[in-house]
Structure formats: C-alpha cells, structure tokens
C-alpha cells in the first residue's frame, strides 16, 4: 500500500515538474549569486538553510511562495521569490528579505543543469525538498509546508531527499 501510496505522489511530482522548472537562467551568465540577499520589500529575514545535498553538482533552483493557490498548482512564474544556488554537499545557506507573512519553499538539485526534476520511471534520480521537510511520501498541501514569518528573523532548515 505504501509502495503504491509513493508511486501516484512520484507520478503527481513528476507531472508537477515534469514540464521543467519554470525558471530563467540568463544565457550570459555561467557564474551564480549564492551570497546576495534577494528582496522584497518586507521588515524579515529568512534563512534558508538546505542540507542533505548529494553532491556539487549541478545547481539548486527553488521558488519561494507565498500563495497557497500558486504553491499547489506549481506556478513558478507566480512564486513570490524564484533563486538559484551553487550546490555544496555540506550545505548551503541564503537569506531573503520578505515582509511578514506565511510562505512556503519548494528546491530540486539539478544536477545536469537541464532545468527538470529527472526521473526514472516514477522515481525522482533528483534531490528535491519543501519546507518543514514535508513532501517525502506525497505532495504537500501548502497547509503542510507552510511556515511563517513574523519575527524579524526565520530560520527555515530543510532536507534534500534523494531516491536514487
């Protein structure tokens, strides 16, 4: 039953992502921003802390959301915040500059730089993570990976899951 639980949240994620990521990486530019601060305009401060990550390969694209109807139908474009960040297998960390509010987060480690959560078959051979380490059996509900912001400080640790 699990396995089977699994296998329809790999084919939902899959389809969730299946179309790439909808994320635009400037043709000019091989070299990426992991120490600036990305703002908008907002009195808090989140930390984003991503750990777990398999190798430094690749880069780290992720999509800060702060829509529940844009979380849940993966509408990057819409996301209020979308980043990338180098990869390095002993963590990462960057911070943001949001005003006060609830928000969920949502990475994958693409390691061959092609812009997709690849897979084999049903199975991500990609990491991928959401906020409050939700999604590892299904896809969260924005309810489930939601945390707020509303001190003038955040720390928002999260685990890169990697099937294969």
């Not at 992991?34 to 984003?48: M, N, R, S, V």
């Not at 750990?51 to 694209?61: A, H, L, M, S």
């Not at 943001?96 to 199975?123: C, Q, R, T, W």
Request: glycine share 6%; aromatic share 10%.
């Amino acid at each position: 039953m699990r396995m089977a639980l699994m296998a329809v949240a790999f084919v939902a994620l899959a389809v969730l992502t299946g179309t790439g990521f909808m994320y635009s990486v400037s043709d000019n530019s091989s070299e990426h921003n992991t120490e600036a601060a990305q703002t908008l305009e907002g009195d808090g401060q989140l930390k984003l802390i991503i750990t777990n990550i398999r190798n430094n390969k690749g880069i780290i694209y992720g999509a800060i959301f702060d829509n529940k109807d844009v979380f849940e139908t993966a509408d990057y474009e819409q996301a209020a915040i979308q980043f990338e960040i180098k990869p390095e297998a002993t963590g990462v960390e960057q911070s943001f500059n949001l005003p006060k509010g609830d928000y969920a987060v949502f990475v994958f480690h693409d390691e061959n730089k092609n812009m997709d959560l690849d897979s084999k078959g049903m199975i991500p051979t990609e990491g991928y993570a959401y906020s409050q380490n939700s999604g590892r059996n299904d896809l969260p509900s924005f309810a489930d990976a939601k945390f707020r912001l509303n001190d003038d400080s955040k720390v928002e640790k999260i685990k890169m899951i990697y099937y294969q």
